[in-house]
């Protein structure tokens, strides 16, 4: 018995059980796919399969606290896109249904898996929407996270305007072929200018985020079945954005700048004058994101959504995995149940995982 018929008997089991589907039904599904794997060392997801598979990677996702969504997840099977141009077309469909005029919707696109361990379809993208780092003389403009990854896009002919938030574009491969680029048409893309009811200094930094964020650079594994490219996304807890995208010292570092507004004495950290700036940022986004009617939830809703999910998975019968690292929000996790608990970081299948970053020839 191979290694994937095992992997996909588990997941069919695991499936079919939860569907409500009948043993003879199983066994029936268990010995076409034994044949298919026989033949092709491989074999294809039914709709009904995939839609399931993909629903139980999120509520298996150890590092996600808004699982308690994990059900209401809108699985779109995109597995008939087999170039780069009908794969950047699912992509918007995708970001156009997920955004919503900002009721935020969880979407994920999956296109064609992996075959005998050959990609078929890559999206090199970390998220399907991402502004653009650059280094130049005068430090770095936009995002550092972004500055390889933009690199690559300049490398692969992409014209940019350098400014600190501009859209990066589409980078897809077909399987072995160069990765092509594609730029986003502006009017897909919802952005939340960033401003504070008292303090109007913040909303002269011209800042802003965009609505959604749509991780696109990971590997779906259902089954035994590896989808490299399967874009998906929820809504964003306000920390994210204010915490860790615009806060982070290898980010755009905007603490500094945010303390020079409020008029705080930044000559020694022990004044606090860190905590406070981050505070009224995370404010900043939240009402920000509020006033433009863009779904966000703040890390305290965001604690007691996730509580409730522990509880319905143990009326359920099932155990909660978690990685508590990530599980507690970036500002004042003390104050929420999670940081006081203790949770199993195993890693169940169906899941999520890390793939490689993209490697060009010139590189």
């Known amino acids: 018995m191979s290694q994937l018929y095992e992997e996909a008997s588990a997941f069919i089991r695991l499936c079919y059980r939860e569907l409500g589907k009948s043993e003879a039904e199983m066994e029936a599904r268990l010995e076409a796919i034994h044949d298919e794997i026989r033949q092709h060392n491989h074999y294809e997801h039914t709709s009904e399969e995939l839609e399931f598979g993909a629903k139980a990677a999120w509520r298996n ?25 009908e794969v950047r077309d699912a992509l918007l469909r995708h970001i156009s249904y997920a955004t919503n005029n900002g009721k935020i919707r969880p979407v994920i696109s999956i296109f ?8 078929q379809v890559r999206i090199w993208n970390y998220q399907l929407i991402r502004y653009a780092g650059y280094e130049t003389e005068q430090g770095i403009v936009g995002d550092p ?25 589409f980078v897809i491969q077909i399987r072995d072929e160069r990765p092509q680029i594609f730029d986003i048409p502006r009017e897909y893309v919802l952005e939340v200018p960033l401003r504070h009811p008292d303090i109007p200094r913040i909303a002269d930094l011209q800042l802003k985020w965009y609505a959604v964020p749509i991780v696109s650079n990971m590997r779906l594994e259902i089954g035994g079945i590896q989808y490299t490219a399967a874009p998906f996304n929820g809504w964003y807890m306000a920390t994210e954005v204010g915490a860790r995208n615009l806060a982070d010292e290898a980010r755009y570092n905007l603490l500094p700048t945010i303390a020079r507004c409020m008029g705080l004495d930044t000559s020694k950290p022990a004044i606090y004058w860190k905590d406070r700036a981050l505070v009224e940022l995370n404010l900043a986004v939240a009402l920000s994101y509020q006033e433009a009617g863009v779904r966000m939830v703040d890390h305290h809703m ?14 359920a019968g099932r155990g909660v995995t978690g990685d508590w690292t990530w599980l507690i929000p970036p500002v004042s996790p003390a104050t929420t149940h999670i940081f ?17 970053d993209l490697k060009l020839e010139d590189d």
């Open 145 to 169: 996270h972004s500055v390889p990854f933009t690199n690559h896009c300049l490398r692969l002919g992409w014209k940019s305007e350098k400014k600190p938030f501009e859209l990066l574009p």
């Open 112 to 119: 064609r898996p992996a075959r005998a361990g050959e990609q």
């Open 61 to 85: 996702s150890n590092r996600c606290i808004g699982r308690l969504y994990w059900n209401t997840l809108h699985v779109v099977d995109e597995r008939a896109a087999s170039t780069a141009p």
């Open 340 to 356: 006081h608990s203790q949770y199993d970081n195993t890693w169940n299948t169906p899941n999520f995982f890390y793939q490689d």
């Open 302 to 315: 965001a604690a007691q959504q996730f509580k409730q999910f522990e509880l319905q998975e143990q009326q």
